[in-house]
T-cell receptor, first 124, second 109 residues
Framework: GAVVSQHPSWVICKSGTSVKIECRSL??????MFWYRQFPKQSLMLMAT?????????EQGVEKDKFLINHASLTLSTLTVTSAHPEDSSFYIC????????????????????FGPGTRLTVL | GQNIDQPTEMTATEGAIVQINCTYQ??????LFWYQQHAGEAPTFLSY??LDGLEEKGRFSSFLSRSKGYSYLLLKELQMKDSASYLC??????????WGAGTKLIIKP
């Protein structure tokens, strides 16, 4: 249980284009999903928190018009990097926190975040 | 301010035991998480402590002392596949995770 998928796993794009990354919770409903960015040999950096049906909450310094987040359902959140530039190249990881109504998942408390496999973005 | 401190890197021998320490300062406290992250991969959940004491789960155990703002992850019978970064994260009063920078564990034969 507690499987989170991300698509695509990696993407290479030209500068100025937009890239959409999907995050899905496959076997549970997620009221809250998180988007992180991680640069090589650095810690996870939270970009934004998204709740189903409402606007995402962005961390300080993260441009909401550049990183568009849509949490359309209890199992899907998308991150769109608009007008990507080389400095946006990074490892983007989503995580999901299960809804209270979901069947219990063995091995973790209610507030455990389960991570997707990540998306490696390279902007040329 | 909120802060998580853990060693940057540790080295241990295959078959041995290693303890990775973590101290935390959070605004309120709703638990302490440990995650494992292999190079190039996303983190995977290892353990959660919210009460004082030791939680054992197979070869891995996690300990918490709330009064000391301290936790450790204990790995026994180390295997080469345990080479990874281990992330400590404290959950604050808003249920936000405050992440440490991670401890890179190197296992030698």
């Amino acid at each position: 249980g507690a499987v989170v998928s991300q698509h695509p796993s990696w993407v290479i794009c030209k500068s100025g284009t937009s890239v959409k990354i999907e995050c899905r919770s496959l076997d549970f409903q997620a009221t809250t999903m998180f988007w992180y960015r991680q640069f090589p040999k650095q810690s996870l950096m939270l970009m934004a928190t998204s709740n189903e049906g409402s606007k995402a909450t962005y961390e300080q310094g993260v441009e909401k018009d550049k990183f568009l987040i849509n949490h359309a359902s209890l199992t899907l959140s998308t991150l769109t990097v608009t007008s990507a530039h080389p400095e946006d190249s990074s490892f983007y990881i989503c995580s999901a926190k299960r809804a209270a109504q979901s069947p219990g998942l063995a091995g973790g408390p209610t507030d455990t975040q389960y991570f997707g496999p990540g998306t490696r973005l390279t902007v040329l | 301010g909120q802060n998580i401190d853990q060693p940057t890197e540790m080295t241990a021998t295959e078959g041995a035991i290693v303890q990775i320490n973590c101290t935390y300062q959070t605004s309120g406290f709703n638990g302490l998480f440990w995650y494992q992250q292999h190079a190039g991969e996303a983190p995977t959940f290892l353990s959660y402590n919210v009460l004082d004491g030791l939680e054992e789960k197979g070869r891995f155990s996690s300990f918490l002392s709330r009064s000391k703002g301290y936790s450790y992850l204990l790995l026994k019978e180390l295997q080469m596949k345990d080479s990874a970064s281990y992330l400590c994260a404290g959950m604050d009063s808003n249920y936000q995770l405050i992440w440490g920078a991670g401890t890179k564990l190197i296992i030698k034969p």
